[in-house]
């Protein structure tokens, strides 16, 4: 009797180490090859090329696409703003400091100026008084303020613009992956499956030749 229900506990056993194979074997063959799974996620995500406003604005062709859809929208003084506070930053030199902030003043933050962008009363009489001495962060608090309205109320209309296609269309793409597949076809079909701690191939003890 004892020996009887061994022999059937090892039977199970045997029967279900060749289910668990049967099964790994056949998710493998079945599962969405790496390439497919990136495919489908650039279909579906193509707000995230890898691209964020601050990745866009680092490049001089997708500063002109951007700005091109700010034109659209009739609002490109504030990507004329922001660029020309990144360059502000960069003087060292008071007297150009003194002559270019009132000059971007004027152009940008004087209330009913040619490019008035969109600040609140203190930001815009805060800027007013640093004038009288500025600084290369004279213009900090207002130029967030207009990345943030960029960032938050244009760039996501931007991703989904004829602009943002043309631009994506002229990104050089990736090589092919069809070589890198096939190397990770041919290794997974000689990798073993672990079960019990103990390797099992995928053809062993399942090859028809095996069997009587």
């Not at 022999?7 to 060749?18: A, C, V």
């Not at 063959?29 to 090329?49: C, E, G, N, V, W």
């Not at 050089?172 to 290794?187: E, I, N, T, V």
């Amino acid at each position: 009797m004892n020996m009887f229900c061994k022999t059937t506990s090892l039977d199970l056993q045997e029967t279900k180490r060749i289910h668990n194979a049967w099964k790994s074997l056949h998710n493998f063959i079945h599962s969405p090859s790496p390439r497919m799974k990136a495919k489908r996620q650039s279909t579906t995500d193509t707000s995230l090329q890898g691209e964020s406003l601050e990745t866009l604005l680092s490049h001089k062709s997708g500063q002109a696409a951007f700005r091109d859809f700010l034109t659209s929208e009739f609002c490109e003084e504030n990507l004329d703003f922001w660029l020309e506070c990144e360059e502000f930053k960069t003087l060292t030199d008071a007297e150009e400091l003194t002559w270019r902030a009132t000059s971007i003043y004027e152009e940008f933050v004087r209330p009913e100026s040619p490019k008035e962008i969109n600040l609140d009363f203190y930001t815009r009489d805060t800027i007013a008084q640093n004038l009288h001495q500025p600084s290369a962060s004279c213009f900090a608090a207002a130029q967030k303020k207009i990345y943030s309205l960029m960032e938050n109320d244009c760039f996501p209309r931007f991703i989904q613009s004829d602009q943002y296609k043309d631009l994506f269309d002229a990104t050089p793409k990736p090589r092919s992956l069809g070589k890198h597949r096939k190397a990770f076809k041919m290794k997974s079909a000689v990798d073993p499956i672990q079960y019990d701690s103990k390797p099992v191939g995928l053809l062993n003890g399942l090859n028809p030749r095996h069997r009587d």
